[in-house]
């Protein structure tokens, strides 16, 4: 592709500006984002490395163990059973995230009159913060004087019921985070050539089948991004449990994230939860490359398609 | 002093040879052109010039001093961008006083230099806009503007008429000539329009593929091109091109055949050249003309289309060895051949041009006798 | 003319925006509608939809009581370092990144990129160790200096500087203009749409941001609104209309961040979803 451009005019070769001398302002101007990125992101992850390996609280340092913590992490079933919560919040809320974001970016992009009120309606949740999630839905969730008895009836205290509890920080989750969803798949829908309906309008095409033949097929890579990122947002969990259920009852909702902040915070910890972090992490980045080699597939499919 | 010389240039991007060794003298206050197809180097060469673009061998110099690694801004050169590259944030003054006021000039100077150059380009109207408040030919003037105030040794411009309409193109190209004429700096001109060339250029540099095809005024170019490449480029409808095969070589003149055993007289020293070898006719399309049959060898045609310009009519047509459509200039006020009649082409020896197997031109032998009849060179 | 179906797709389509917006917008509405009635009203044994008698006290007591204000104050500080903080070392690495060369360029920009793979709360642990040895527990700054570090602004700054023609730079070099310079006059002055919509993004996060004060704050002086919120379970006990009220009260700003910069907000978000699909 390269030679291509070098033929015609428009090749540029971006040479050096102020003569050769560009390391110097290229150093001044980076070394505030080196400095921060090191101290408060490259220079913690090696650490969790380090600290993982070690039996350390978390002030002092105290020996170094080699694999002693993960050999543990392997037999902790309380480990094993976060781990279990976690997927079990991300199977809860990961696939009616992207269905239902799914339905209100065709309900916003159909209504166009409507669809800053209607975008509005759905995306403002998400700018909150997480603690007017977590009091509004633990207020409508009240056993006595919650709205939700009120209109199911019963007098059942949702949060602390072991069958319930998760259920509902699924749901709220849901209520404050689709609207990121939306945006994505809305943003995907906007980007499909309004001339491709034409065309069908004019063969004939009408309602479900343009949704088929047009809409599916060009969202899809969307979707599937918005599902991986789901995926990987909601293993990352924590704040919805810790505060509406404290990872009750019963540590039935304790997620992994919450599981190491315990051990490192509440049992002073810090080496075994530093292990479980590496755990945690390695998770996360195995999704993480997953979606990156996904998106990059799909890329390279649909510049062939279009070759 | 602000001449320009280029001896050796070489150019590669990775592992393409773009400029591949350019030797070229520009004088003081000439106004030369860089003309060719696109990707012949032309915007490259530019660039190199003004200091965008690393030289990979070679030795550029401007006004006497080794340029090479000199920073562009330290030239003694401006240049005019062919999108004008106006700050956007910035107002007409402030574009075109930018450079002197990073230079430290002091204000009172900058606001006169501003003035006068936004006086000369009639501009001094608009000084106060933003870019985006102005036509694309205003845009165009302060581009130039910005470049005037600077007091450059050169000024290059890369095909600054292209964004602009037809009729603007034409009302620019005329300016562009009365600013040269006033200013007297060298000027070096960046197009693919072979007009602007002719029109503008006092020198021009055809290049082709990264190489110099021919250096020479618009005269000498048009009349006496060098090579084919030369030949075809310059001139709209394009010279019409005939196979043939070289019969015998005079002092002054030639024979060839062309297909169907078609003989006909070229004023060209062919000497160098010998009989049987494949030559290449060429004759524009002004010199070719209809001739009644029988009059001698001509060659034949059909007419495929005529077009009526007002000024000219230009009547396309297959000849009969084939090969692509012959052009021809015709006076518009005679009628011409209807669509898909014969006609037979002739023109005359000294009009026209022989080219070897390796596109080279024998030279033309109608020199002298041009002159003879009081063909003169153009004053520029 | 429109078909049987068509009509009534139009109509489950209707039908079904008008039910989940009402969804939506539900439980805010019923918050405000608990804030606004006395406390007493909100635990009675019969269930109104909306307050029998309307007052203000809930948000009165609210702001008087426990350390709302002060909490406000701390987020808006917070929030508003962390934007100016981190527009400023972003577009800076960003405009290097994008424009200048030097060597190890792609390999730095690499590695600043992996921050994307490692999540942010598996560092929590030593993350705090450095800020205790660094003195900065419970301090603006420990609140603070973590979140400045951002590769996804990084990223869509670059994005966006990429974009820009290079005239601009080629003109700005033959003005005379240095790299530095170059920055100064040229690009941040061209890019001011993305800044303000990258700068309300980083805000709203900011704002939102719990878990990381949730770990480096340690008084409830030096709490921020999500943090603060939490502790209005112990602080007020059950009154639930004053806890209605302290939540709306801290939604507010980022709300109406949110209303009056809609398109910005969108778009803000939008860019830093695009990077990773």
Same mark, same amino acid.
């Given at each position: ?16 500006? =102020? ?141 602390? #019921?072991? #069958? ?34 034409? =065309? ?32 990987? =947002? ?42 479980? =972090? ?30 | ?64 001093? /080794? ?37 430290? /000039? ?275 | 003319?429109? +078909?049987?179906? &068509? ?9 079904? %925006? ?29 269930? +109104? ?46 405009? %290097?990144?994008? &424009? ?58 670059? &994005? ?44 709203? !996060? ?28 112990? %602080? ?13 009260? !801290? ?15 969108? &778009?803000?978000?939008? %860019? ?6």
């Amino acid at each position: 592709m390269f030679k291509r451009a070098a033929n015609t005019e428009l090749a540029r070769s971006a040479p050096p500006m =102020a003569g050769r001398a560009e390391g110097l302002p290229a150093a001044l101007l980076l070394a505030p984002f080196v400095l921060v990125f090191l101290l408060f992101f490259l220079g913690p992850a090696v650490q969790t490395l380090w600290l993982s390996l070690t039996e350390s609280s978390l002030t002092r340092t105290s020996a170094f163990v080699g694999l002693a913590n993960y050999a543990t992490l392997v037999q902790d079933e309380a480990f094993w059973a976060s781990l279990g919560h976690t997927f079990y919040f991300s199977l809860l809320t990961v696939i009616p995230l992207t269905v239902l974001g799914l339905v209100m970016a065709l309900l916003v992009h159909r209504f166009v009159r409507a669809s800053s009120w209607l975008q509005g309606a759905f995306f403002l949740p998400y700018v909150l913060p997480i603690s007017v999630m977590t009091l509004i839905a633990d207020w409508m969730l009240q056993p006595s004087s919650g709205v939700i008895n009120h209109i199911v009836g019963g007098q059942r205290a949702w949060l602390a #019921d072991v #069958d319930w509890a998760m259920p509902m920080v699924a749901i709220g989750t849901i209520w404050w985070t689709v609207g990121f969803n939306m945006l994505m798949l809305l943003a995907g829908l906007r980007n499909i050539p309004a001339e491709l309906y034409e =065309a069908a309008a004019l063969d004939g095409a009408r309602g479900f089948t343009l949704f088929r033949a047009i809409t599916w097929p060009a969202l899809r890579p969307v979707v599937g991004t918005a599902l991986l990122l789901q995926l990987i =947002a909601s293993l990352k969990i924590f704040g919805q449990t810790y505060i509406l259920t404290t990872g009750g009852p019963f540590n039935t909702t304790r997620v992994t994230l919450h599981y190491m902040y315990e051990t490192a915070f509440t049992q002073s910890d810090a080496g075994y939860a530093a292990a479980i =972090a590496m755990a945690f992490m390695a998770v996360v980045i195995a999704l993480s490359l997953l979606q990156l080699w996904l998106g990059r597939s799909w890329r390279r499919m649909r510049a062939g398609r279009e070759a | 002093m602000a001449s320009v010389s280029l001896r050796g240039i070489r150019k590669r991007f990775h592992d393409n040879v773009v400029i591949k060794d350019i030797d070229l003298e520009i004088e003081d206050g000439e106004f030369v052109v860089f003309v060719g197809p696109s990707g012949c180097g032309k915007s490259t060469l530019l660039r190199i010039i003004a200091g965008l673009e690393d030289v990979s061998e070679g030795t550029l110099e401007i006004g006497g001093v /080794v340029s090479n690694e000199i920073e562009p801004a330290r030239r003694g050169i401006a240049m005019v961008f062919q999108s004008y590259a106006l700050y956007p944030h910035m107002s007409v003054f402030e574009n075109m006083g930018f450079a002197l006021k990073l230079a430290k /000039v002091p204000k009172a100077e900058i606001r006169a230099r501003v003035e006068r150059a936004a006086g000369i380009l009639q501009i001094g109207h608009l000084l106060e806009r933003k870019p985006k408040a102005l036509s694309g030919g205003q845009r165009q003037r302060v581009a130039i503007g910005r470049a005037i105030v600077r007091k450059p040794e050169v000024f290059l411009f890369d095909e600054p008429l292209s964004n602009l309409d037809a009729a603007l193109r034409g009302q620019t190209r005329v300016e562009l000539a009365r600013l040269h004429r006033e200013l007297g700096s060298t000027m070096i001109y960046v197009t693919h329009d072979q007009v602007e060339a002719m029109t503008l250029g006092q020198k021009i540099v055809v290049l082709n593929g990264g190489r110099i095809e021919q250096v020479g005024s618009p005269f000498e170019l048009y009349e006496r091109p060098a090579n084919r490449f030369v030949a075809g480029f310059l001139g709209s409808p394009r010279m019409n091109f005939f196979e043939a095969t070289l019969v015998s070589a005079q002092a002054r003149s030639a024979t060839v055949e062309l297909a169907h055993g078609v003989r006909v007289q070229v004023a060209a020293d062919a000497a160098r050249a010998r009989p049987g070898d494949k030559v290449v006719l060429g004759v524009r399309p002004e010199h070719l003309q209809i001739v009644h049959t029988g009059e001698g060898g001509g060659i034949g045609a059909s007419v495929a289309l005529v077009e009526y310009l007002g000024d000219v009519t230009l009547v396309y047509a297959h000849a009969d060895g084939g090969g692509d459509m012959v052009a021809l200039k015709c006076d518009a006020d005679t009628a011409p051949p209807a669509p898909g009649s014969r006609v037979t082409l002739a023109f005359p020896a000294t009009r026209a041009f022989l080219f070897d197997a390796g596109d080279r031109a024998f030279t033309p032998g109608w020199a002298d006798s041009a002159a003879a009849q009081g063909l003169r060179e153009p004053m520029t | 003319m429109k +078909h049987r179906s &068509q009509l009534g797709w139009s109509i489950v389509a209707t039908a079904s %925006a008008c039910v989940l917006a009402a969804l939506w917008v539900f439980p805010l509405l019923w918050a405000l509608s608990t804030a606004l009635r006395p406390e007493l009203e909100t635990v009675s044994a019969t269930f +109104h939809w909306l307050p029998r008698s309307w007052t203000l006290d809930a948000f009165a007591k609210t702001l008087g009581a426990g350390n709302l204000p002060r909490w406000l104050f701390n987020s808006a500080l917070v929030a508003l370092l962390v934007t100016l903080v981190t527009m400023a070392i972003s577009l800076m690495a960003a405009y %290097a990144f994008s &424009q200048l060369r030097f060597r190890g360029r792609s390999a730095l920009f690499g590695i600043a990129m992996l921050a994307f793979l490692l999540p942010f709360e598996a560092l929590l642990v030593p993350l705090f160790r450095t800020m205790n040895a660094l003195g900065l527990i419970n301090s603006y700054a420990g609140l603070v200096l973590p979140q400045v570090v951002s590769p996804v602004v990084i990223y869509v700054f670059k &994005q966006f500087f990429d974009a820009v023609p290079a005239d601009f730079r080629e003109a700005a070099l033959m003005d005379g203009a240095g790299p530095l310079r170059v920055l100064w006059s040229v690009y941040l002055p061209i890019s001011g749409n993305i800044v303000w919509a990258m700068a309300i993004v980083t805000f709203i !996060g900011a704002w939102n941001n719990f878990l990381w004060p949730f770990i480096i704050v340690t008084s409830n002086d030096m709490m921020t609104i999500p943090l603060g919120l939490t502790q209005t379970y112990d %602080a007020f006990g059950v009154r639930y209309a004053q806890l209605m009220a302290a939540a709306l009260l !801290g939604a507010l700003p980022v709300a109406l961040a949110y209303v009056v910069f809609q398109r910005r907000v969108t &778009q803000g978000f939008l %860019a830093t979803s695009g990077l990773k699909g």
